[in-house]
Nanobody
Framework: QVQLVESGGGLVQPGGSLQLSCAAS????????MGWYRQAPGKQRELVAF???????SYADSVKGRFTISRDNAKNTVYLQMNSLKPEDTAVYYC????????????????WGQGTQVTVSS
């Protein structure tokens, strides 16, 4: 049974930092690309960042220079370090286990976590 469990969300002031974690079980973690998505109220879920099984990384333009994705295959965990947070980063953040196309596009599958709430507010 595949499980992805996100943690690390919370309430933070603008300019602050948070680190999200996503622990995976039931999959061979090292062969999967891992993506972080977010969904704000009334908006579609959007891809924030992903890291391939080989370590290639891509970010949405809105988070470049502020967010860092990483993975620890020994711990079956993917991280999202979020710095210089803005109110518009407020959303539920989800991780996903997927794949990367030959063109470098992240391809999500049906393996989703339950999400962790990030609220950026003063």
């Amino acid at each position: 049974q595949v499980q992805l469990v996100e943690s690390g969300g919370g309430l933070v002031q603008p300019g602050g930092s948070l680190q999200l974690s996503c622990a995976a079980s039931g999959i061979i973690f090292s062969i999967y690309s891992m993506g972080w998505y977010r969904q704000a109220p009334g908006k579609q879920r959007e891809l924030v960042a992903f890291i391939s099984s080989g370590g290639s990384i891509s970010y949405a333009d809105s988070v470049k220079g502020r967010f860092t994705i990483s993975r620890d295959n020994a711990k079956n965990t993917v991280y999202l370090q979020m710095n210089s947070l803005k109110p518009e980063d407020t959303a539920v953040y989800y991780c996903n286990a997927g794949s990367t196309s030959s063109g470098g596009t992240y391809l999500p599958n049906n393996y989703w976590g339950q999400g962790t709430q990030v609220t950026v507010s003063s």
